[in-house]
């Protein structure tokens, strides 16, 4: 992988994180049509440089992080399943990474996300504000995200759904998504960088470092995005989405 490919990935990743069409899909998407071999490496790359979107978050959301301590408690209790799932699953997680389960999975994934958006048409959510969410139901939600441990689901989505069905308010279940987002993936890319750090050479550090930048600053532009666009919309568009370009890169690339 060369600077100009590991820039296009940092681009996707950014665009992508916050969105409920699955960054690491995307990424393993990319990576197949640019000819990027799936290689340990280039995995951890992909998980690694997600940091730099959730640093996207902290900037956005700094001040809010430092002192509502009862959103930090919810995320921390939100973030148990996944911690202790993501540790114990590590390597099966790892084997999922391939083109074929992202397609199946953003497939599933847009049609869940339509129904879902059709069941709760016109539908009143009582929790608008997040010392609304029980402790209880924000471990529902870690649940709900555990599953986006297998590439093509998406966090984000997986994540707002939960918060839907659980009784969010659309802009609360987006915003608790992209904080859960920073314990979850700076947890992932340690991890993934600590098991890895050996085996990069310094060209794969320049590669991190500008995936990294280019992450953060596509990822601010995609929640702030994403925040506007759901104050007058659903997720049926990003349903939609997700299955053309399941149907598309399994027809075109796959078969």
Do not use: C
């Amino acid at each position: 992988m060369n600077t100009i490919e590991a820039f296009i990935l940092g681009v996707v990743e950014g665009l992508t994180e916050f969105l409920p069409i699955s960054s690491t899909g995307h990424l393993i998407l990319v990576s197949t049509l640019l000819g990027i071999v799936q290689t340990e490496n280039q995995k951890a790359f992909e998980v690694a440089i997600q940091l730099g979107s959730i640093m996207a978050v902290v900037f956005l959301y700094f001040e809010r992080l430092i002192k509502d301590k009862e959103l930090i408690k919810r995320i921390l209790i939100a973030f148990i399943p996944t911690g202790i799932l993501g540790f114990l699953l590590y390597k099966i997680i790892k084997s999922f990474f391939n083109p074929f389960v992202v397609v199946f999975m953003l497939f599933i994934g847009g049609i869940i996300l339509i129904l879902i958006e059709l069941y709760h048409k016109n539908k009143d959510y009582p929790i608008k504000s997040v010392n609304q969410i029980s402790y209880g139901k924000a471990f529902l939600i870690g649940i709900f995200q555990s599953f986006a441990m297998i590439p093509g689901t998406s966090r984000s989505g997986a994540t707002i759904v939960g918060g839907l069905i659980l009784g969010l308010e659309r802009k609360l279940a987006a915003e608790f998504s992209f904080l859960l987002a920073v314990p979850t993936m700076f947890m992932a890319t340690f991890y993934d960088i600590f098991k890895h750090h050996n085996d990069f050479n310094f060209s794969d550090w320049q590669n991190l470092i500008v995936g990294f930048i280019t992450a953060f600053i596509f990822a601010i532009l995609s929640i702030k995005f994403l925040l506007k666009f759901i104050s007058n919309h659903n997720f049926i568009a990003f349903g939609i989405y997700r299955i053309i370009v399941a149907i598309l890169f399994y027809f075109t690339v796959l078969r």
